[in-house]
């Protein structure tokens, strides 16, 4: 633009030139007898007057200074002459990166135009690999249920609870000798998991103080407290070898508890002999093995005294509730319940652990 606006000046005043100069510097007559003009030339602001024969004339000084001005503008051209052609340069620069950027353009959308392709044809593939799986799903569904159905109606003769692990509560059970019964299964905090309560005393609203059938056939309620009965107890201790854990809690929200790897009970003909209880640990504090000093005892009751205590029946003169007492008993799992702390060894305890909260006892096969 610049270029253009040069180049229109100096045709103009080299017009202007060759004009006043073919006149030889002559007069201009002004016939007009109307007001001054201005004259139309940009280059100069003379005015003209119109009066009779009166003229005025073109200087040299005029000429000179327009020639110097047509001068001037001619080095300013030549000036801009090496940024016009660097300008053009750039120009065509820039025209050949935008040429070569089009071609990578369109080589590169045709790159990425097979990759999505590629990905959308993977992509579907896969879909239909899904739906297909889905549409299966159903009659999966229905082979599942009938193997389940199948089972169920084999009874699946489960012994213990370990096939119930991670799905704690009330299922039957097979064990030989006995016939299906029901059991609750349990999972706990401290205890782990797959364990079959065979005793509990928690809530208070059962009466442990109990005669000896009522012992051996097992009282109470899954929901509550309850004894499961020494004659299952006595199958399922003599269908696989059983661990026993006894956890137990004190009234300030303490738990212990001890552990034994082979507790099995005897039949009624042994009058439910404590036969075994294997090798003792402690958790949490619980150093003395307590519940060794009744082994190989026969079960006691207050209708039935099997210890060995002199003076009379510990289920009844000094204890409370039926168990397997010797000289009576440093532990008894079956004494009175209370909802308060107390001393009294008719209460439940372990050793020194007088007036226990809570307690029950778990047993499972030893893996």
Request: with cysteine.
């Amino acid at each position: 633009m610049k270029c253009k606006r040069y180049t229109l000046l100096i045709a103009f005043i080299w017009a202007l030139n060759g004009v006043l100069e073919a006149s030889a510097f002559s007069k201009i007559a002004v016939s007009s007898n109307t007001s001054p003009k201005r004259m139309k030339s940009p280059l100069h602001r003379r005015y003209l007057y119109n009066t009779g024969r009166q003229s005025w004339y073109i200087d040299d000084a005029l000429i000179n200074r327009l020639k110097e001005e047509l001068r001037m503008e001619e080095i300013n051209l030549q000036r801009e002459k090496p940024k016009i052609a660097a300008l053009e340069e750039t120009n065509n620069n820039l025209k050949n990166e935008i040429t070569k950027l089009r071609a990578q353009s369109a080589t590169d959308d045709s790159t990425k135009l097979e990759a999505c392709s590629e990905n959308l044809r993977i992509e579907t593939k896969k879909n239909q690999q899904l739906q297909d799986q889905l549409e299966k799903i159903p009659s999966e569904i229905m082979r599942v249920a009938e193997k389940i159905g199948d089972m169920a109606e084999q009874n699946v003769k489960a012994s213990s609870c370990l096939v119930y692990i991670g799905n704690p509560g009330i299922y039957r059970i097979h064990v030989p000798g006995h016939m299906p019964h029901n059991v609750l299964c349990f999972d706990g905090k401290h205890e782990g998991k797959g364990w079959l309560m065979i005793q509990r005393q928690a809530f208070g609203n059962e009466d442990f103080q109990r005669d000896w059938n009522t012992y051996r056939d097992g009282f109470g309620s899954f929901d509550g407290d309850f004894f499961l009965g020494l004659h299952k107890i006595h199958h399922i201790t003599h269908a696989h070898r059983q661990k026993l854990f006894i956890y137990m809690e004190t009234f300030e929200d303490k738990w212990f508890a001890a552990s034994y790897d082979n507790f099995r009970v005897g039949s009624e003909d042994s009058e439910f002999r404590l036969e075994s209880l294997g090798a003792f640990s402690g958790f949490n504090e619980i150093h003395n093995d307590t519940f060794r000093y009744n082994e190989h005892m026969k079960f006691t009751t207050h209708d039935r005294d099997n210890g060995l205590w002199e003076v009379g029946n510990c289920a009844t003169e000094h204890q409370s509730g039926g168990f397997w007492y010797k000289r009576c008993s440093y532990f008894n799992p079956n004494g009175k319940f209370s909802k308060t702390k107390g001393t009294s060894k008719q209460g439940i305890h372990w050793d020194e652990w007088d007036g226990l909260k809570t307690i029950h006892m778990l047993i499972r096969p030893l893996i």
